[in-house]
């Protein structure tokens, strides 16, 4: 049968996809058109498959809250060059992901590819997309934060986001400057007390090795490390470090000089490439 214009379109618009792949679609199922969509579909299964030993990583990150200000997450959707992941199309895939999300109240990744959009998961959304767009995609992190009040930062470019828990509502201004915080000086932890104990142990470890070659005593080691490991809680702790536009304060000093009893309950943090 003859395929039309407005046939062409109509698949275009449901698929996503280009406009001879869909008229080949079309073609292909002699105009029938749930046909046409399963072929588009078993294409992307294909290209995905050719492409599974391909690197992805380019591609976009974001962050959002939801409007009761509760709950914030982060998506990061990968890709083979950057100049997909600068394609206003692929930004909306990311957004559209992380929006269900946030309306879904996600726990984890696992859980976000099962969601469903559209009639079908976002698992089988990214690998259809894969074979619309050409290249690799991976939905390769999700990050969430549940709190009082959670605040939420995307970098200039969309390759690096925080998203930031408070303990009470808080000051848009404050928020967003220790979200900023986090984003600039990418702290391990909240406080020294959250910091994983196998983290602390390597700091030692590093501590340690670094003044037993500077020839200092054996015996003297682990209390000179322990006094390293003092500076590493001041520098790479969120609550003790500077406060980046203040440097006479910490954040935890300037968090009490917004409201007193404010503090951060947790955060995440993603920048692409890190």
């Known amino acids: 049968m003859a395929i039309t214009a407005a046939d062409v379109m109509k698949l275009r618009k449901v698929t996503g996809a280009g406009m001879m792949d869909c008229k080949n679609a079309l073609n292909e199922a002699n105009g029938d058109f749930d046909r046409a969509i399963e072929i588009i579909r078993e294409r992307g299964k294909l290209v995905a498959s050719k492409r599974s ?64 959009l559209d009639g079908r998961t976002v698992e089988a959304h990214v690998v259809e997309q894969t074979g619309i767009i050409g290249e690799k995609l991976d939905l390769s992190f999700y990050g969430m934060i549940e709190a009082a009040s959670v605040v939420n930062y995307i970098h200039p470019g969309n390759k690096l986001a925080t998203v930031v828990g408070f303990n009470k509502d808080v000051d848009a201004h404050a928020g967003k400057d220790v979200a900023m ?29 670094k003044f037993r070659m500077e020839g200092k005593p054996e015996n003297m080691l682990d209390k000179i490390a322990q006094g390293a490991l003092q500076k590493f809680y001041k520098e790479s702790t969120l609550l003790s470090q500077t406060f980046v536009k203040d440097n006479k304060l910490t954040v935890k000093e300037y968090l009490a000089s917004n409201d007193k009893g404010l503090t951060v309950t947790g955060f995440v943090r993603y920048g692409l490439g890190e």
């Open 181 to 209: 915080q986090v984003a600039a000086m990418s702290p391990v932890a909240v406080d020294k007390d959250d910091v994983p104990q196998h983290v602390v142990e390597k700091e030692l470890e590093i501590a340690r090795e």
């Open 53 to 116: 030993d391909r690197e992805s990583n380019e591609g976009v990150v974001l962050a959002k809250v939801s409007d009761d200000k509760k709950f914030g997450a982060i998506v990061v959707l990968n890709c083979e060059t950057d100049f997909v992941a600068k394609n206003e199309g692929f930004i909306q895939l990311t957004s559209q992901f992380l929006d269900l999300a946030i309306s879904n109240r996600a726990a984890n990744l696992d859980a976000l590819k099962a969601l469903m």
